[in-house]
């Protein structure tokens, strides 16, 4: 497998104050990788580099071999990269359905696929976003991600604050997804959940990149030492 996202010592931060100190983090075709870590430590500001939300000061991000540094947000989603933000963000007042039409782009997902992922989104296509469940809104701001018909798809901590079933239901779709060969990164608090999904981990403390490896590797001393309360 070749890398599709690669990270090397990456900074970046918020006017004066710093965020991220040396954040490395690779990402094969067709893996899953999970970006771990305590609240705080880092994890949504490399996402907001990744998809050019906010620009690094430092280091070098490259996807499918193309340097991001000069990039906007919307052409690094144009490239492949479908972020699904924390907090679901979807257009409230638009149906479930225009949601889905407005992020579409031409390739193999489509609005009947998402619904073959999340059925209950059938089942909701004339309803505005903003009357659905928490649940139901992160499994079409996911459906949303995907209409774009991304080679990457960044998932940033989708399954929180959701009743258990729900979750069970987003986390099956992930492990669909991943069946089906789609790259991914994602953010979660779930150990459990994510060991079920991940084939590597990137642990971040206080902005830099402290552990990464194979998520079988992942021991209970490194566990309890950087993502233990």
Known sequence: MSALLELNE????????????????TL?????VALMGR???????TIRCISRLLHHSGGTIRFA??????????????????LVPEGRRCFGPLTVQENLTVAA???????????????????????????LSGGEQQM????????????????DEATEGLAPVVRQ????????????GLSILLVDKSLKEISSVADRAV?????????????????????DQYLGV
């Open 10 to 25: 990456v900074t970046a931060g918020y006017g004066p104050v710093q965020a991220l100190f040396g954040v490395n983090l």
């Open 28 to 32: 094969d075709e067709g893996s899953v």
């Open 39 to 45: 609240n705080g430590m880092g994890k949504t500001t």
């Open 65 to 82: 071999g193309r340097g991001l540094e000069k990039l906007t947000a919307p052409v690094v989603a144009r490239l492949g990269v479908g």
């Open 105 to 131: 782009r031409p390739g193999p997902w489509n609005m009947e696929r998402v619904c073959r992922l999340f059925p209950r989104l059938e089942e909701r296509m004339g309803q505005i976003a903003a009357s």
């Open 140 to 155: 079409l701001a996911i459906g949303r991600a995907l209409m774009t018909n991304p080679r990457l798809l960044v998932l």
């Open 169 to 180: 239901e987003i986390w099956a779709g992930v492990n669909e997804l991943k069946t089906q």
């Open 203 to 223: 642990i971040l403390e206080r902005g830099q990149t402290v552990w990464q490896g194979d998520i079988g590797a992942l021991s209970p001393e490194v566990t």
